[in-house]
Nanobody, 126 residues
Framework: QGQFVESGGDLVQPGGSLSLSCAAS????????MGWFRQVPGKGREGVSC????????KYADSVKGRFAMSSDNAKNTATLQMNSLKPEDTAIYYC???????????????????WGQGTQVTVSS
């Protein structure tokens, strides 16, 4: 059974940066596609980014392209989301997820992911 420990959520001012980390156990991050989703109260969970099993391909939501960067570290068995130029609308609970699928086909589909983390709160406010 796969599990995650997410960390890095915090309160940050607009324009600031945060790095979210997702430490996996029970499986190797290079055996699955890893994704980050976010959710605000009253809205559905939306895909933010995804990285392939090889770590060579990444996908991003249009709202975060050029500001966020996702990476994976096989030695540490972690996935990281580096978030720069943060905006108030980035405020949400961020969830790490993993699944065995081709990210070129439907990486935003929540049903494609088998394991989910508990979430970490990111608040962007002055």
């Amino acid at each position: 059974q796969g599990q995650f420990v997410e960390s890095g959520g915090d309160l940050v001012q607009p324009g600031g940066s945060l790095s979210l980390s997702c430490a996996a156990s029970g499986f190797a991050v290079d055996s699955v596609a890893m994704g980050w989703f976010r959710q605000v109260p009253g809205k559905g969970r939306e895909g933010v980014s995804c990285i392939s099993t090889s770590g060579k391909t990444t996908k991003y939501a249009d709202s975060v392209k050029g500001r966020f960067a996702m990476s994976s570290d096989n030695a540490k068995n972690t996935a990281t989301l580096q978030m720069n130029s943060l905006k108030p609308e980035d405020t949400a609970i961020y969830y790490c997820a993993a699944g065995r699928f081709d990210i070129d086909f439907g990486w935003r589909r929540k049903a494609a992911y088998d394991f989910w983390g508990q979430g970490t709160q990111v608040t962007v406010s002055s």
